[in-house]
């Protein structure tokens, strides 16, 4: 089994179950100068390499996966880095409000989608170091 490098100051995680979505946000995300950039098709496999691995810089992840839903894979990093920076991914129309309060929810279907994600990623990467932080030890 190879071992991969921890996730570094600038990883970016994408988790989302529809292949082309996460490619997409990948590429789009390459294009504006981000390179060091993951995919997961499944929350669990995402949740394992960063328990490995340690904190990205961010965790992009969709909302409705068949596994999990996007809040419950992010309220289990959370709980290894309660700092962990994020935002929710969504085509659905109906995000519960408690979801909405706690996460940043962006609509992948809305026309300013790919600068919102940017703009997002942007800011909270520029806000403070979150994958420096050690993680919550196992009771």
Known sequence: MVSLPNFSENSIVIVDDTESIATC??????????????????PQKAFDEIR?????AIIITDYE?????????LDSVEKLYPKVKSVIITGHSAVPPEVA???SVIRK???????????????????????LERPVPSL
């Open 25 to 42: 946000v990948k590429a789009f995300l390459q294009a504006e100068g981000y390179a060091e950039i993951e995919t997961f098709g499944c």
């Open 52 to 56: 490995q691995r340690g904190c990205p």
């Open 65 to 73: 996966m068949p596994a999990m839903t996007g809040d419950a894979f």
């Open 101 to 103: 309060g706690r996460f």
């Open 109 to 131: 279907d809305e026309p300013d989608f790919f600068s919102r994600l940017i703009r997002h990623v942007r800011e909270e990467l520029a806000s403070g170091d979150s994958y």
